[in-house]
T-cell receptor
């Protein structure tokens, strides 16, 4: 158990809908990262937050947004969902937000768009 | 459990043998490398890391080798056990850019009893 929690574990929704994925980092970790894992693209970095502020951005679509709250939990919002958004979404956390900080991954949320 | 990839290359080894998993990375500016293990239905789990000022680092039953000349990373697992069966990913980071990790495609390790 990494100490990172994600909810829900599974989510099934229809195209065009909007969903929110939630992540609670390990106690004491200030940085949260979001990743998408799909069969054809592998693990792709989406976005990173550090202590409430956006720190780095990866291949995140404009339909997707995230935020980190004062209690350090984070939410990833996915809107206007398409079939291709079906994937595993992982959250990771680290103590700081620097390169070289070990990232601890949560169990993931499996999103299925029908 | 959930499948993380249906089209990944597979390495099949006999229990007790040593395993070598290879990875080619793309960014010559990358200076930090990590190996992750992902079991079915779980998130990636840190195994071992290495910085670009080293060419070898050992952990418990695992060794990572880095060859910057040819941009190659390998993970050696000694005395492979059934519990080592998983998908293995290498990841690279360019600290000069940001803390974003770029992951390789992954390799499935299958341990035969």
């Amino acid at each position: 158990d990494s100490g990172v929690t994600q909810t829900p574990k599974h989510l099934i929704t229809a195209t065009g809908q909007r969903v929110t994925l939630r992540c609670s980092p390990r106690s004491g970790d200030l940085s949260v990262y979001w990743y998408q894992q799909s069969l054809d693209q592998g693990l792709q970095f989406l976005i990173q937050y550090y202590n409430g502020e956006e720190r780095a951005k990866g291949n995140i679509l404009e339909r997707f947004s995230a935020q980190q709250f004062p209690d350090l939990h984070s939410e990833l919002n996915l809107s206007s969902l398409e079939l291709g958004d079906s994937a595993l979404y992982f959250c990771a956390s680290s103590v700081g937000g620097l390169a070289g900080d070990e990232q601890y991954f949560g169990p993931g949320t499996r999103l299925t768009v029908t | 459990g959930e499948s993380v990839g249906l089209h990944l290359p597979t390495l099949s080894v006999q229990e007790g043998d040593n395993s070598i998993i290879n990875c080619a990375y793309s960014n010559s500016a990358s200076d930090y490398f990590i190996w992750y293990k992902q079991e079915s239905g779980k998130g990636p789990q840190f195994i071992i890391d290495i910085r670009s000022n080293m060419d070898k680092r050992q952990g418990q039953r695992v060794t990572v080798l880095l060859n910057k000349t040819v941009k190659h990373l390998s993970l050696q697992i000694a005395a492979t056990q059934p519990g080592d069966s998983a998908v293995y990913f290498c990841a690279e980071n360019d600290a000069g850019a940001n803390s974003k990790l770029t992951f390789g495609k992954g390799i499935t390790l299958s341990v035969r009893p």
